[in-house]
């Protein structure tokens, strides 16, 4: 089965307008701020269309906000219980946006890391058991073996020439 393949740019747009409308009502400013740095950081991967860098400080920038957006929602959120009737709209759709984008950063994270092997990343993720990180080394040039045409060449041995 073929993985569709997302647009990088789709992702910080969808994952831009769902911070903007969940800093509306009730989240912090540590909370916007936490989530436009990652998606600053998605805009330079999208800027730099061959860094393997940026694609992947942008998937770790948005593992890193599931974590920090969870603390922000348990902390934040009973305090919304004492929200006025008048502002209690703005808050449910304030609070479900800021839900859903948690819930479609995992999704976000798979397709990133997607995009970080069609950049030539060479981190492979297993799941088999343990979850483990290892390098593909596949693709090393073994440095034992010397190459018979260098060393023929000899180009700093002064020895064997006439000259003085």
């Not at 060479?122 to 034992?144: H, K, L």
């Amino acid at each position: 089965m073929e993985i569709p393949a997302i647009n990088l740019k789709a992702i910080v747009l969808v994952h831009w307008l769902l911070t903007i409308w969940g800093c509306m009502a009730w989240l912090p400013t540590s909370y916007a701020w936490g989530n436009f740095s990652v998606l600053a950081v998605g805009v330079w991967a999208i800027a730099q269309r061959d860094s393997v860098d940026a694609v992947l400080m942008f998937l770790v920038g948005i593992a890193v906000t599931i974590l920090t957006d969870i603390i922000h929602f348990g902390i934040f959120y009973p305090v919304a219980e004492v929200i006025p009737e008048r502002t209690r709209a703005t808050f449910r759709f304030s609070a479900g946006m800021a839900i859903f984008s948690l819930l479609l950063k995992p999704v976000s994270c798979f397709f990133i890391y997607q995009m970080y092997k069609e950049r030539g990343g060479d981190y492979n993720v297993n799941f088999a058991g343990f979850p483990s990180i290892t390098r593909n080394r596949d693709s090393y040039q073994s440095i034992d073996q010397q190459d018979q045409s260098s060393s023929s060449a000899r180009p700093y041995n002064q020895a064997e020439s006439a000259n003085p």
